[in-house]
Protein backbone atom coordinates (compact mmCIF):
# COMPACT_ATOMS: atom_id res chain seq x y z
CA UNK A 1 0.00 0.00 0.00
CA UNK A 2 1.41 3.47 -0.70
CA UNK A 3 2.25 5.35 2.14
CA UNK A 4 0.84 9.12 2.47
CA UNK A 5 2.80 12.20 1.87
CA UNK A 6 4.85 12.20 4.72
CA UNK A 7 4.40 16.25 4.56
CA UNK A 8 1.46 17.69 3.79
CA UNK A 9 1.24 21.29 2.86
CA UNK A 10 -1.83 21.67 4.39
CA UNK A 11 -0.59 20.95 8.08
CA UNK A 12 2.42 22.92 7.25
CA UNK A 13 0.23 25.87 6.42
CA UNK A 14 -1.04 25.25 9.38
CA UNK A 15 1.77 25.38 11.77
CA UNK A 16 3.16 28.16 10.34
CA UNK A 17 -0.18 30.23 10.66
CA UNK A 18 1.62 30.29 14.44
CA UNK A 19 -0.83 31.39 17.26
CA UNK A 20 -3.91 30.89 19.58
CA UNK A 21 -5.86 30.39 16.74
CA UNK A 22 -3.67 27.43 16.30
CA UNK A 23 -5.32 24.57 18.37
CA UNK A 24 -3.36 21.43 18.58
CA UNK A 25 -4.15 18.13 20.76
CA UNK A 26 -0.76 16.70 22.09
CA UNK A 27 -1.85 13.23 23.13
CA UNK A 28 0.78 11.17 25.64
CA UNK A 29 1.39 14.61 26.62
CA UNK A 30 3.68 14.46 30.37
CA UNK A 31 3.96 15.83 33.68
CA UNK A 32 7.38 14.35 33.31
CA UNK A 33 9.79 17.46 32.28
CA UNK A 34 12.36 14.98 30.41
CA UNK A 35 9.45 13.44 27.96
CA UNK A 36 8.72 14.21 24.77
CA UNK A 37 5.02 14.58 25.78
CA UNK A 38 6.39 17.85 27.79
CA UNK A 39 9.00 19.41 26.31
CA UNK A 40 6.74 19.53 23.18
CA UNK A 41 3.74 21.14 25.45
CA UNK A 42 6.28 23.93 26.59
CA UNK A 43 7.65 24.47 23.26
CA UNK A 44 4.41 24.50 21.35
CA UNK A 45 2.93 26.84 24.11
CA UNK A 46 5.52 29.05 24.65
CA UNK A 47 5.72 29.82 20.47
CA UNK A 48 1.96 31.15 21.19
CA UNK A 49 -0.02 28.08 19.72
CA UNK A 50 -3.10 27.09 21.98
CA UNK A 51 -1.84 23.44 22.99
CA UNK A 52 -4.57 20.96 24.24
CA UNK A 53 -2.94 18.11 26.23
CA UNK A 54 -4.52 14.66 26.24
CA UNK A 55 -3.70 12.33 29.21
CA UNK A 56 -5.66 9.98 30.66
CA UNK A 57 -4.09 10.31 33.96
CA UNK A 58 -3.89 13.91 34.35
CA UNK A 59 -5.88 16.79 35.01
CA UNK A 60 -2.95 19.57 34.34
CA UNK A 61 0.20 19.58 32.21
CA UNK A 62 2.62 22.23 31.77
CA UNK A 63 0.04 24.68 34.03
CA UNK A 64 -2.40 23.82 30.86
CA UNK A 65 -5.85 21.70 31.76
CA UNK A 66 -5.34 18.84 30.01
CA UNK A 67 -8.04 16.04 29.12
CA UNK A 68 -8.02 12.45 29.27
CA UNK A 69 -9.22 11.85 25.77
CA UNK A 70 -9.83 13.16 22.39
CA UNK A 71 -13.68 13.54 22.40
CA UNK A 72 -13.17 15.39 25.70
CA UNK A 73 -10.82 18.25 24.18
CA UNK A 74 -12.99 21.47 23.72
CA UNK A 75 -13.17 22.51 19.57
CA UNK A 76 -11.91 23.17 17.31
CA UNK A 77 -8.52 21.20 16.80
CA UNK A 78 -6.50 21.75 13.76
CA UNK A 79 -3.66 19.18 14.32
CA UNK A 80 -3.54 16.20 16.82
CA UNK A 81 0.67 15.89 17.82
CA UNK A 82 0.64 12.25 18.76
CA UNK A 83 3.28 11.28 21.47
CA UNK A 84 2.66 7.44 22.21
CA UNK A 85 3.97 3.92 21.08
CA UNK A 86 2.21 2.57 17.81
CA UNK A 87 0.10 -0.08 19.34
CA UNK A 88 -1.80 3.42 21.00
CA UNK A 89 -1.42 5.24 17.94
CA UNK A 90 -4.02 3.17 15.92
CA UNK A 91 -6.61 4.03 18.54
CA UNK A 92 -5.76 7.52 18.49
CA UNK A 93 -6.07 7.38 14.53
CA UNK A 94 -9.41 5.87 14.30
CA UNK A 95 -10.80 8.69 17.25
CA UNK A 96 -9.53 11.46 15.11
CA UNK A 97 -11.13 9.98 11.85
CA UNK A 98 -14.39 9.73 14.14
CA UNK A 99 -14.57 13.21 14.90
CA UNK A 100 -13.22 14.07 12.05
CA UNK A 101 -10.27 16.21 12.86
CA UNK A 102 -8.22 17.24 9.92
CA UNK A 103 -4.87 16.56 10.62
CA UNK A 104 -2.12 13.97 12.66
CA UNK A 105 0.91 14.16 13.44
CA UNK A 106 3.18 11.44 14.32
CA UNK A 107 5.96 11.91 16.42
CA UNK A 108 8.83 9.73 15.66
CA UNK A 109 8.49 6.25 18.18
CA UNK A 110 4.64 7.20 17.75
CA UNK A 111 4.27 4.87 14.34
CA UNK A 112 5.01 1.94 12.67
CA UNK A 113 3.92 -0.08 9.45
CA UNK A 114 1.12 -0.79 10.59
CA UNK A 115 0.46 2.90 11.79
CA UNK A 116 1.51 4.32 8.45
CA UNK A 117 -0.86 1.90 6.60
CA UNK A 118 -3.85 2.84 8.65
CA UNK A 119 -2.86 6.67 7.94
CA UNK A 120 -2.96 6.08 4.32
CA UNK A 121 -6.62 5.21 4.90
CA UNK A 122 -7.53 7.61 6.86
CA UNK A 123 -9.84 10.81 5.68
CA UNK A 124 -7.15 12.93 7.31
CA UNK A 125 -3.82 14.26 6.56
CA UNK A 126 -0.65 12.60 7.89
CA UNK A 127 2.77 13.89 9.28
CA UNK A 128 5.49 11.74 9.96
CA UNK A 129 9.39 11.89 9.57
CA UNK A 130 9.46 15.13 10.86
CA UNK A 131 9.15 17.00 14.11
CA UNK A 132 6.20 19.65 14.91
CA UNK A 133 9.13 21.65 17.13
CA UNK A 134 11.57 21.85 14.42
CA UNK A 135 9.03 22.57 12.09
CA UNK A 136 7.32 25.18 13.81
CA UNK A 137 10.31 27.11 14.21
CA UNK A 138 9.68 28.23 10.41
CA UNK A 139 7.46 30.50 9.02
Request: glycine share 8%; aromatic share 6%.
Amino acid sequence: MARPDPHPPEVFERLRRRGPETRIAVVGASNAPEKYGNVIVRNLAAKGYTVLPVNPRETEIAGLPAWPNLESVPGPVHIVNVVVPPQVTLGVLAKSAELGLPAVWLQDGSFDDAVLEAAAKAPFETVYDACIMVASNFG
